[in-house]
């Protein structure tokens, strides 16, 4: 997508810079003309003329053919020039009328104004009832604006989204029933065989993992269309950890591996309880499963007292704020994760080493990362094969 975009950028600065070009030669030609300058020089700027009125007239047509609504501005925001697609999209465009005059959009005015003043932005905006992504530079004595409408691309992602939100509810109904049906042949008792025991056991196992596939991705749904809103309040990391940790004991008890709150207990933070915890839990979960010995620890990163930064060394997806944000992790000491892995396990349904057969329906960490970006924070995993991994998670710090 940003390729076509910077492709399409580089192609209207060029019409643009092709059309200055053609207006000075021709007022340089003039002023030769003026001055009396021989005939050879004359001819020569002439077929200098001609070919730049060549291919300016090639880009023109270059520039028809984008769909895309564009439109080049001056430093008042009057229109200097513009395509069939955005006479298309607004009927009184015409070339001197300012984009008020012609789009009624502050949305618009406010956009050219940021790219007259030096930035290259993108945002989204709503012309006559309809959602564009819109891209907006800078040129010399004004800016260039191209818009991409993304109504239809916008309805479809909903009908997407509606489509799996309906179809993982309606899936509840049959699971339920399967559920009951086998609770009803295990209470038979002494007429089930052994070998029937353990077919109903294998039922119930796949049940249980479709029960839960389901509902992942119906809260995938809601966390994506915004209808799940996250409940901020002031709250005790350190009782959360404690708590996501004491649910788990069991499992890393089996497992042989020590759980370590290194959280100070002072330590507060604003955020949604229950879905926070839900990360954790997921992290820690994936950390016991995949730790064969060792330690699991949720603990939060320290600043360096002079320069502010973290006080480890980090590679974030992104610059951290860390002024009004809280670091939290959880490593274990496990097997790692490969790096050329590494970039896609936020993706639904990925999994790491597929082979190992564990279980799980490849949709926590897509889940994670939804509930951390809800919050403004930013998630991500570092790692070193047979020494463990290590995931970080920030968080709005306490008001």
Request: charged share 25%; aromatic share 4%; with cysteine.
């Amino acid at each position: 997508m940003w390729l076509n975009w910077l492709l399409l950028g580089l192609l209207l600065v060029a019409i643009f810079l092709l059309s200055r070009q053609v207006q000075r030669t021709r007022e340089a030609e003039q002023d030769l003309l003026n001055k009396q300058i021989p005939r050879d020089t004359l001819n020569q700027m002439a077929l200098l003329q001609q070919q730049l009125a060549t291919t300016h007239e090639s880009i023109v047509v270059l520039i028809e053919a984008v769909p895309d609504p564009i439109l080049f501005i001056d430093l008042q925001h009057r229109i200097i020039t513009h395509n069939a697609a955005a006479k298309k999209l607004l009927s009184t465009c015409e070339v001197g009328k300012t984009l008020m005059e012609v789009a009624r959009s502050y949305e618009l005015d406010s956009l050219a104004a940021e790219a007259i003043a030096g930035d290259r932005v993108e945002r989204e905006l709503t012309l006559n009832s309809r959602l564009f992504r819109s891209m907006a530079g800078t040129l010399a004595g004004g800016a260039v604006l191209v818009l991409r409408d993304v109504s239809e691309l916008q309805r479809l992602g909903r009908a997407r989204r509606d489509f799996v939100a309906n179809i993982s509810h309606e899936l509840r109904t049959p699971l339920t029933a399967i559920r009951l049906l086998l609770d009803t042949l295990r209470r038979s008792g002494s007429q089930i065989t052994l070998q029937q025991e353990q077919t109903l056991s294998r039922i119930s196992d796949q049940t249980d993992t479709l029960t839960q596939l389901a509902q992942e991705i119906y809260d995938l749904s809601l966390i994506e269309s915004g209808q799940l809103p996250m409940r901020m309040v002031r709250a005790s990391v350190y009782e959360m950890a404690a708590d996501v940790l004491s649910r788990l004991q069991p499992q890393a008890e089996r497992a042989g591996l020590y759980l370590v709150n290194a959280v100070d207990i002072e330590t507060r933070a604003l955020f949604d309880e229950t879905q926070i915890q839900r990360v954790l839990s997921n992290l820690v979960h994936n950390a016991i499963k995949f730790t064969e010995k060792g330690t699991v620890s949720v603990f939060v990163v320290e600043r360096d007292a002079v320069t502010g930064a973290p006080a480890i060394h980090l590679h974030p997806p992104a610059p951290l704020d860390l002024d009004d944000r809280l670091l939290i992790g959880v490593s274990d000491t496990g097997t790692g994760i490969p790096a050329d892995e590494l970039p896609r396990i936020f993706e639904r349904f990925y999994k790491v080493d597929r082979a190992r057969g564990q279980s799980g329906t490849g949709l926590g960490l897509a889940i994670a990362k939804h509930i951390i970006e809800a919050h403004g924070g930013v998630i991500w995993a570092e790692s070193t094969l047979g020494k463990g991994t290590t995931f970080y998670l920030t968080v709005p710090k306490e008001v």
